[in-house]
């Protein structure tokens, strides 16, 4: 470890209590709790960043650098476009010769939190000060006094333009969409210019094109240079505009303190006792993740959407984009529902939004800022329409069900395309599953990505998902022949289903297996062949809306749960650099099982249908203790903006959504004594787990709501107005409690 970083992690460890576990500090507020560092070493694909942001804000930033391990920073942020992928612009201080576009530095003494960043640069002798608002920020950039010092601002890819008191410009990000900035100082500059082969040339104060590029000049003897900006994807005019109604002066430390303010609003919608302080760590990290995604794009009651290329009058909703659905309809859309039920109303207008400025009326898939990018497979944002509904949301339903229906039945169910449907659609209709192709056999449709491939097991068993999610849209409508027919191609999972194996098999279009079929390894990179990302064994689950017909095809309870258990010690098969180098998002194992991937988050939850739920509360603890840790390698896999984290942050408190579009929830094992939940209406839930420990993980009994309870889940209705759930914890599991045959949550086939 390289000794900055080793110095940066033991200050860390100091603030957080995060090298032991054991260290209390009192009067901790939620935002105290978090460590944005954790997962920032990923285990093999993208890490976690450190990212600076207020809740679901347009601005965020994170310091530019491959992972926590990079011993260099290029420049300092202004803005990411997309999560996890891309900053635009970039701002570069320096003292010393040869000026370039973006300077690298060593860095040191680091410290972030999820309103401000502070950071010292160059060895030390400069430091770069931040704090954030909605639409504009803060730098306080501190100088030695001995050199000039400058300031650098890069567009990357677009246009700058400089004067005596401002820097503005824009990037380009895709065909139809620009990000713009607006920077002034609080000092006065000595001279300003563009900056060209090392060199301010003080004639010019525009330019354009790669690197186009900006420079500010100070008097020798600056030590302390303040800058504000602001950012827009509207217009330069409206990123000042932005700055001017946001920040009113220069003063970081009040701009810091009202940011802590708002995630302490934010956080503290959740409130815990017992645990470690590691667990309180882990979860309100986990929370703060659930913040990133989707952004709010309105700026002053207009927005930019890239969905037409267009300004829009928002019309007083907030317009909200930058969503991967396959990721959040999980659990992160039902997390929000439970606390934020207006935001998530907003965020789901704003999907039929882009549905019409698409001009084809689809459902968007993958939303970015740039617009739908169509990745992963099947439609999911299905999922989070049903799920609003069956709990409650306004939502314009018939608006919604077109979407939906048209997103499934116009737009190809290939992966990783926004191409119309072609004859893998046509045939999925006719014969109810997405064909294989044969290992002899050349792909035929058009449609289908060249690396993503058919993934027709994936497709087939996510389309089933949502014509059931689809049918509950249908059947809020009242359009009962509608609903009867999505009812019943939401069992086309079941054309899929090899008996003798009791695996979801890929079968060729004249109906034949495809053989020999090992469901490890089968399938070639990420399994896309036949899967998607993940393997045969974690896609045996895939039925969340009907567990109990799957249930029943894999032959009952007794076989289902020795399946389940098989699952988790499976080995690999070969050894690790054979399994990853072909399933790289196949981490965090527990034998064939990923916590690392989103289409494994339900499954241990699985043993509550089968009737050992005692089984799903060792699971959970297993996984919580096991993937999520307070540490720089804490994440099993990619952390999609909250896909993974609202799995941490529902099962820390006890229960989960197995099923988006049901109103229902499934108990696990709280890591907490006691949880109180704020939800949107202001009305508590609260979960005492009496006794609740790292040993006693295990229910021995329950009330809810004041009456005894004997199953393993209850209703969203149980805890909309508030309530309380009670859970006696042992060390022992209680394999009676919620064990009976009419206790399983509801699935299509026992509702």
Known sequence: MKITHLFATLAICSMMGACNGRQHIVNRSPVDYVNPYIGNISHL??????TIQLPNSMLRVYPERADYTTELLNGLPLIVTNHRERSAFNLSPYQGENLCPIITYNYDNEHLTPYSYEVELDDNRMKAEYALSHQSA???ITFEADKPAYIIVNSRN???HVGENFISGHQRLSANTNVYVYIEPQEKPLSTGILENGIIEASKDNAEGTNACAAWRFPEGTTTVSLRYGISFISEEQAEKNLRRELKDYNIKQLAQTGREIWNEALGRIKVEGGTEDDKIVLYSSFYRTFERPICMSEDGRYFSAFDGKEHDDNGTPFYTDDWIWDTYRAAHPLRTLIDQKKE???IASYLLMAEQMGNMWMPTFPEVTGDTRRMNSNHAVATIADALAKGLKVDTAKAYEACRKGIEEKTLAPWSGAAAGWLDNFYRENGYIPALRPDEKESDPNVHPFEKRQPVAVTLGTSYDQWCLSRIAEALG????????LQCSYNYRNIFNEKTGFFHPKDKEGNWIEP??????????????????NGWVYRWDVPHNVADLISLMGGNEQFIANLDRTFSEPLGRGKYHFYS?????????GQFSMANEPSLH??????????PWKTQKRIRQMLKTWFRNDLMGMPGDEDGGGMTSFVVFSSLGFYPVTPGSPTYNIGSPLFTNIKITLSNGSIFEVEAKNASDKNKYIQSATLNGQDWNKPWFRHEDLKNGGKLVLIMGSKPNKTWGSGADATPPSVENK
Do not use: C, W
């Open 479 to 486: 359009k009962k022949e509608e609903a009867a027919h999505y």
């Open 345 to 347: 109303e907003d965020i």
């Open 582 to 590: 072909q399933l790289p998002d196949h981490t965090g194992n527990v």
């Open 45 to 50: 694909l993208v890490p976690t960043f450190p």
């Open 603 to 612: 499954v241990p939850y699985l043993y509550n249908y089968a009737g050992q």
């Open 517 to 534: 079929f090992d469901y490890r390894y089968s399938g070639g990179m990420g399994a896309r062949e036949y899967y998607g990302e993940n």
């Open 138 to 140: 803060l730098y306080r």
């Open 158 to 160: 677009g246009s700058i």
